[in-house]
């Protein structure tokens, strides 16, 4: 259940509660059956071939890009002055290709006398290895800096699961749980996995969310379709197992505007193609591949009252003609 990873001043304990892998094969036989059918998000970066090619996406999103400038901003105006305490532990949900989760620690580091307790969790056990890996290789390595007074684990858990696996998280209060990298919003059912995550906090510890929002002016379902095609080797990840590549699909945005929350749907259209063994399309398809909400101020209270928390604080960044999107940075607690 679990093992470790060792490099120079640097242990990292790896405990695998993630529950079943998934079986690639299987998933994808039975879910190109259905016309239009929502496939597996895990397929877009649970396995090997997938995990790769969201690091690549992710290395084309520059460090000095105003998307992560704002991100940078939000770090250091909003989240790390709430994080006063000199001993604390994070739990990072979705580490992803870990860019936001370095800035985030370096600057909660760079107080006095920091004392961190840090448990990295993704789903993935491809993108924790790779972020372990690449942090170690760095001569400025973060992880190596938490453990020199505190602690380090990676945990490849579902968030489903979260509160039944409480004993592996830190302990020592007070604990600071992260969802960056608009993961929340990306999710199939948003406030289930939002409830479940709820369910693993203590009443005294804080949960920061990373969320896409409403802009005041929306871009068209032609003008996100042409920002998806920007990455469309990504989106096509869950067909790559069958020898598909980014030439052989095109890429279509559809949104469904609510009240408090708009619902951007990621289309693959598929030719018919003949993959390996019996796994082949056989008729122009349409898959979707990732889910994307944008929410109102009232839907994010809306979603967190439903899981029984409230909200603390809200950062919404402002939009711009180099980056038309808005994001809002939100810390909540359990309802008292």
Sequence with gaps: MFSSFTAPGLTVTFFDYGGLRINYDATITAQLREHGALLDPRLLYATPIASRLW???SARISPHSRLMREYRRAVADFMVPLMGERTLSIVDLGVGDFQRSSLLLRQVLAQPERRLHYAMVDISEHLLHAAVVRDADDEQSVLRRIGESGSVRALRLDFLELARWQH???DVPPRYFFLLGNTLANEVDDQQTLTCIAGAL???DVLFLELQMREPAPLTPEQLSERFRENTDFYSAPLAGLGYTA???DLVARVISGEHCDLVSVHCIVRPFRGRGPMSIDAENDYKVMTIRK???AGIDQLLA???LERVGLHATEPSDAM???MGYV????RR
């Design 324 to 326: 038309p999107i808005v």
């Design 168 to 170: 592996v998280l830190p």
């Design 295 to 297: 929410y109102t101020e």
């Design 55 to 57: 690091l690549r996406r």
């Design 247 to 249: 030439d052989d699909v």
């Design 202 to 204: 203590n009443q005294d």
């Design 331 to 334: 810390s909540a607690t359990r």
């Design 306 to 308: 439903a899981a029984g």
